[in-house]
């Protein structure tokens, strides 16, 4: 049995690992894009180093779309597998790679201006919408804790890891000449205390153990210092300086769990008489999906939702879908909040919002998540007093601020308290996957601490026989 690290190998996108077992089953742990880079990323999304109609099975750990974003390409490109995942997962999928086939299909008619006017041939989108809503087909569902046979020979468990709704670790028991060997890959690790998702749950011993390590060598500030951390925030920028906090946020996970802190400040009587807009179709979406999983809420929440029925709305929150209703937003001229995706700044409505505000030293820029190294997020992050938008330079001249610790993923020692639930003598293989190499090598000796031994961490195709 071996397995192949083609994607989030010492990188913190595009997660692709392929495990083939002896019986000559091929098993694909995730199917992330890569992003990061724009249009710059298409030829190494669509330069597959495997034979799409010869994988068995997709075993999807989360949905978002450095995880799940290359399944309608793959689709698209001859397979017709299955992807095994959670509930939740299928829900919000069904909604992000249809979300992600428009971008595209958007971004690719927009690249494909600037080609003609040089002179060059068009391009086809990575997938479309029609390709994302056609793959959907190919999903099974499985609850957590559950035994789910493949075959006579393999036998899979999903376990939530609290990083985002149905997001979760999957232990993979194989029959082999030499006896059962088990599999654990965790996907991305959340943290031990969320607002809204139950904590991560142990899973079962492993033999061989496959984990991310995306903050390997940092700590995350408490749940309530990073709350108020953003009620600072939201006094100085819309109170002292009576200007726009823009919060760039994944649609998935980060926005929800920023629209629950401000409610909270709300219901508190903290928060400031200001307007809040969540600028997101996708975000606007996948908060109802939130609102049917309730079985992945944590007891806290649950107990704030007998007396606040709905966590994710009030008086001053207003989600927003049409263009037209985003487009007004610009003009607005008094303190106001706006959420909006994506995340790393690198795509969707975010951007305008944005290239309108960014020049203006009364505005805030906050930051909420990890940011990939080449995106615009990790430049404005880091820094430049300069940056492109939409092909136009501006000067940054608002507030850049950053609250890490609303990320998705646990930090270093978050990380390895989960990993508590493994007695290190008995996993004899680690690899660590989706981070930097850097924070990898950081965390790997954190790891070695901790009693565990034979820790790789491969570098992009690299091949192990487990």
């Given at each position: ?266 219901n508190a009587g903290r928060l400031p008489k200001v307007d809040i807009y969540v600028d997101s179709p996708l975000s606007v ?182």
């Amino acid at each position: 049995m071996k397995i192949t690290f083609y994607g989030a190998a010492r990188e913190v996108t595009g997660s692709k690992h392929l495990i083939e077992t002896d019986n000559g089953k091929k098993l694909l742990l995730d199917c992330g894009q890569f992003q990061g880079k724009g249009l710059e990323t298409q030829e190494q999304n669509k330069t597959l180093p495997f034979d799409p109609s010869s994988i068995d099975h997709i075993i999807l750990t989360h949905a978002h779309i450095d995880h799940s974003g290359l399944i309608p390409y793959i689709y698209k490109s001859g397979f017709r597998g299955s992807v095994i995942c959670t509930s939740a997962t299928r829900d919000l999928c069904s909604i992000m790679l249809a979300d992600s086939g428009k971008i595209q299909e958007h971004d690719t008619l927009t690249f494909n201006k600037k080609r003609a006017k040089k002179g060059l041939p068009p391009v086809e989108p990575l997938y479309t919408q029609a390709d994302a809503v056609a793959c959907m087909e190919l999903f099974i569902t499985v609850g957590y804790d559950r035994k789910f046979y493949i075959d006579d020979t393999i036998t899979l468990k999903f376990t939530n890891t609290g990083h985002m709704l149905g997001s979760s670790v999957v232990t993979i028991d194989v029959k082999t000449a030499e006896g059962k060997k088990t599999i654990a890959y965790t996907g991305d690790i959340g943290r031990p205390e969320n607002r809204i998702l139950k904590s991560p749950a142990p899973f079962p011993q492993a033999d061989i153990l496959i984990t991310e390590s995306t903050y390997g060598d940092r700590l995350h500030s408490t749940m309530g210092e990073s709350d108020e951390e953003l009620f600072n925030v939201v006094q100085d920028t819309c109170v002292r300086k009576k200007g726009k906090l823009i919060i760039p946020a994944f649609s998935v996970g980060r926005t929800q769990e920023i629209v629950y802190a401000l409610n909270n400040l709300y219901n508190a009587g903290r928060l400031p008489k200001v307007d809040i807009y969540v600028d997101s179709p996708l975000s606007v979406n996948a908060t109802n999906i939130f609102r049917l999983h309730t079985e992945c809420f944590n007891d806290k929440l649950r107990e704030v939702m007998l007396t606040d029925p709905d966590p994710f709305g009030f008086n001053s929150l207003f989600f927003i879908t049409a263009k037209e209703d985003s487009i007004r937003l610009n003009d607005i001229r008094q303190p106001v909040i706006i959420i909006s995706s994506s995340g790393m700044m690198e795509a969707g409505r975010v951007k305008h919002h944005l290239a309108n505000s960014i020049s203006n030293p009364n505005n805030t820029i906050l930051v909420v998540g990890y940011c990939a190294p080449s995106t615009l997020g990790a430049r404005i992050a880091r820094g430049e007093k300069r940056v492109s938008i939409h092909g136009v330079e501006y000067q940054v001249n608002a507030d850049i601020k950053k609250i890490e610790s609303y990320s998705g993923h646990g930090d270093y020692k978050e990380m390895g308290q989960y990993l508590k639930c493994q007695d290190p003598k008995k996993v004899k293989r680690v690899f660590l996957v989706h981070g930097e190499y850097e924070t990898q090598l950081a965390y790997r000796k954190y790891l070695e601490a901790e009693g565990y031994k034979n820790i790789d961490i491969p570098a992009p195709g690299e091949e192990h026989v487990i």
